[in-house]
């Protein structure tokens, strides 16, 4: 329980990865304030079963990611609620998947307002508490695309890309405050993220799902295998740690070996 009394929140934890991580805080004590979009009455089974999982406090502090004053409002609600926040996880993204030619302008602004701007916007708001009580953990989640890049994803590859920059001058300026800021960038991790693109690409080439599975491991992942959302939960949880105190602005890739070709 090396997190007990400390709160963790994390953005876009109604689902995939942000729960992954909120549940591996929640189960070294951290209490938790979880973000995101879905079904009211699915976000308070996941809240609930939090709370009652790891005996930890548990709630709910809604935001749209794409405006910047509900982000800010979501950092104040929860330090107000659970009395800090020690831990924030910036994990909220989305994805568009087109040739630039053809990508839609207002999908551009999209990705990069949830997957960029507000990364920006979560860690000016959730700073000043760390500063404070000399303690925080700021664990931006990037990708593969944040170190390396792909076709048909330009603004996805341009925000993750402007993260694992941005995660390196908030180490810098949180240097001696206590605090670190680090990255994850996971490889393909099966979430309702991928399964749309898995979708697509099945529907596009009339191949099965298990087919397109297989085509995305080989294409990209040396290990051939789905990184789960418990495994960056994992990595979550090791960056918190005192062991990890001295490591910031780094990217820690989860990726199956993606990035080493
Ligand atoms: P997901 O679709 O399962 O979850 C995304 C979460 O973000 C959901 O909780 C959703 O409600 C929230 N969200 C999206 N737009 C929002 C908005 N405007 N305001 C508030 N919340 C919003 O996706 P995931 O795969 O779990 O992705 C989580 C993060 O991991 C993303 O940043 C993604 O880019 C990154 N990532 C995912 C993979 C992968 O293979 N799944 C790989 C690398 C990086």
């Given amino acids: 329980m090396a997190l007990k009394g ?47 999982d790891f ?14 004053a509900e982000i800010a409002a979501m950092v104040t609600a929860a330090a107000a609620q659970l009395g800090s926040v020690d831990i924030l996880v910036n994990n909220a993204g989305i994805q568009f998947v087109s040739p630039i030619e053809t990508f839609p302008d207002d999908q551009w602004d999209k990705v990069i307002a949830v997957n960029l701007s507000a990364v920006f916007h979560a860690t000016k708001a959730a700073i000043p508490g760390m500063r404070a009580r000399g303690w925080g953990r700021i664990i931006n989640i990037a990708s593969a695309h944040g170190l390396v890049a792909s076709g048909q ?15 390196k001058v908030t180490a810098i300026e949180m240097a001696g405050a206590g605090t670190t800021c680090n990255a994850i960038c996971p490889g393909w991790v099966l979430t309702p993220l991928v399964e749309k693109q898995l979708n697509a690409r099945a529907a596009e080439t009339g191949q099965s799902i298990a087919a397109v599975k297989e ?19 994992a990595s979550a949880v090791f960056l918190c740690s005192e062991g990890a105190r001295t490591i910031t602005g780094t990217s820690l890739s989860v990726d199956g070996g993606w990035v080493i070709q």
Avoid at 157 to 163: F, L, R
């Fill in 6 to 52: 400390k709160v963790a929140l994390v953005t876009g934890s109604t689902s995939g990865i942000g729960l992954g991580i909120a549940r591996a805080l929640a189960a070294e004590g951290a209490d938790i304030a979880m973000s995101g979009f879905g079904d009211a009455a699915a976000i308070e089974a996941l809240r609930a079963s939090i709370a009652a």
């Fill in 55 to 68: 005996g930890v406090l548990a709630i709910y502090v809604p935001a749209d990611m794409a405006v910047p």
């Fill in 153 to 167: 994803k330009v603004a996805y590859v341009a925000a993750k890309h402007g993260v694992v920059g941005m995660t």
């Fill in 215 to 233: 085509a995305f491991l080989a294409e990209k992942q040396p290990l051939h295998e789905f990184s789960t959302a418990e495994q960056i939960g």
